[in-house]
């Protein structure tokens, strides 16, 4: 079988990241310190490894590494005591800035993500909580049962761009730093992150937003601006909130409500005029996409179970998660892949020391 540079289907994803990038961010953070053995970039590929492979804990990775003669050319294979001390003490950032420097090369590469033609991007933002066993990680203890970290994500609609890392009890309006910059796009959040005069501060910065209405709102309503009764949809300019004292806003916002199947009324709170009732509700609804990206990384790659529980070693396994999905996403969108992310991934993970050749080739652009 013909083989292209005799590179293995791994070689060719973690090839992404850039030697030279990776040389950088080793010097920037001093990364080799005191490294004889199981330097950086061994860590780094060994995370890549086990995230993708699926390992369940680093006894199961360090075997399959130390049995395989095709990855022992990549990776200088670490023992288990190893393996866990470097992801206690390599400093995190090193994980990190590799994931937004593969954000940044996707970006480049494929341009601004924009799930509609005539809209524009539409930037969700969420944040999801994983728990970790208390009596391992007890500086992230939430309750007397519990301890959990929580991932603030801005999701374009197929890859995050950024990412906040907090424990689990912090509230989700004091982890988005970052997050709402872009002027040119639409933010979309659900109703948790419900503060009216936090509304009116992102409109005096420029930024458009999306979100869904609380029940029992009390709003003043100024004007309708249109009601199409054959649609279920009522369009109206309100000011949010109750007295001048309290939480009113002193912008003017647009309420939508329309009607869920069950004949319940569903509201949206936007601060865009110029777009359609109907392409509001168009583009809340795609909210689901940071859903399914959540469900995918907490599924497919090993972050429900950690492998290291300071909070360093937390935020490598988080960041070596995020840096397999956007290796992922890379291998998908160069190839033009026809399969969805969940796809993609079994295949990798099914063919991930088998070569890189023309066979596997043909398979990302016909499947």
């Known amino acids: 079988m013909f083989k292209i540079n005799s590179k293995l289907v791994f070689h060719k994803l973690i090839e992404e990241i850039g030697g030279s990038f990776i040389t950088k961010t080793i010097n920037k953070y001093n990364g080799d310190y005191r490294s004889q053995h199981f330097d950086t970039r061994s860590h780094i ?47 995190y950032r090193i994980f990190e800035d590799i994931f937004y420097h593969l954000v940044d090369k996707a970006k480049r590469r494929f341009g601004d993500v924009r799930i509609f033609k005539d809209i524009p991007p539409i930037k969700i933002i969420d944040s999801t909580v994983i728990l970790v066993a208390l009596n391992l990680a007890p500086h992230l203890k939430i309750d007397d049962e519990r301890a959990a970290i929580k991932i603030s994500t801005l999701f374009n609609g197929e ?57 029992n709102a009390i709003i003043m309503e100024e004007r309708m601006l ?51 009732a109907e392409d509001i509700i168009k583009i809340y609804k795609h909210r689901w996409e940071i859903e399914l990206f959540f469900k995918w990384i907490k599924q497919n790659l090993r972050i429900k179970k950690f492998i290291g529980y300071n909070e360093n070693a937390v935020r490598i396994q988080i ?49």
């Open 45 to 91: 590929n060994s995370m890549i490894y086990l995230n993708i492979k699926g390992c369940r804990s680093l006894r199961e990775a360090e075997g399959e590494i130390s049995a395989n003669k095709k990855l022992k050319k990549l990776i200088n294979v670490p023992s288990v005591s190893q393996f866990s001390r470097k992801n206690a003490a390599r400093d």
């Open 226 to 276: 249109r009601s199409n009764l054959s649609e279920n949809i009522y369009d109206t300019e309100v000011i949010l909130g109750s007295t001048p004292g309290g939480n009113l806003t002193f912008k003017n916002y647009r309420e939508i409500m329309t009607f869920d199947d069950e004949g319940e009324p569903v509201t949206f709170v936007t601060n865009i005029f110029d777009l359609p």
């Open 159 to 215: 890859f995050p761009e950024k990412i906040n890392i907090v424990k689990g009890q912090v509230n989700d309006r004091k982890c988005i730093d970052g997050l709402f910059e872009n002027k040119n796009a639409i933010h979309v959040f659900d109703r948790g992150y419900y503060d009216y005069r936090w509304y009116d501060k992102l409109t005096e910065q420029g930024i458009q937003f999306v979100t869904r209405g609380i029940k």
């Open 319 to 367: 960041f070596s998660a995020l840096i397999s999905y956007m290796l992922i996403y890379l291998c998908c969108n160069i190839t033009k892949a026809k399969y969805s992310m969940l796809l993609l991934t079994r295949f990798v993970r099914s063919n991930l020391l088998e070569f890189y050749d023309e066979d596997i080739c043909e398979y990302f652009r016909t499947g």
